[in-house]
């Protein structure tokens, strides 16, 4: 049986963001780089239905983050991968507003401090952008390193959180 998407386009500061989520939890966060083909390529036999209601609680929580008004998102998130994958996720939800980790802090955090360039693959696998914050994850130097939404992207994110960082 195929798996039913609801989708919709948040726009914000004149960018438009690709968003969709099953009926348990948010599966997939564009960029403004990425189009609606980009979502449908990440989520193969699905079957997508645009339904702003459906998705009305994430784009709250997305367009309140986005303003610096929302630090911590209460929805649930619905996103398949392999159980490292889902592991590196997991990590990356407790990295906390307004701080950095590195791929080492993660690869240790998860228990395997040897797997530096397989967290690097799995975060950027990540399909739900901001909400699993592979933005907080840089380089070892302090590097800005890629990012699915691009590099200038990461920064905004990352300057959001810094002014609007709890002291």
Known sequence: MEKKIYWDILHFNGNEI???ATDKGLCYVGSPEES????????????F????EALKQYMHELTEYLEGKLIDFSLPVDVKGTPFQEAIWTALREIPYGETYTYSDIAEKIGKPAAVRAVGTAIGANPVLITVPCHRVIGKNGAITGYRGGIEMKQQLLELEKVHCRS
Request: charged share 30%; glycine share 0%; hydrophobic share 40%.
């Open 18 to 20: 690709y968003i969709s």
């Open 36 to 47: 609606y083909e980009d979502m449908v390529k990440r989520l193969p036999a699905a079957v």
């Open 49 to 52: 239905e645009k339904n702003a």
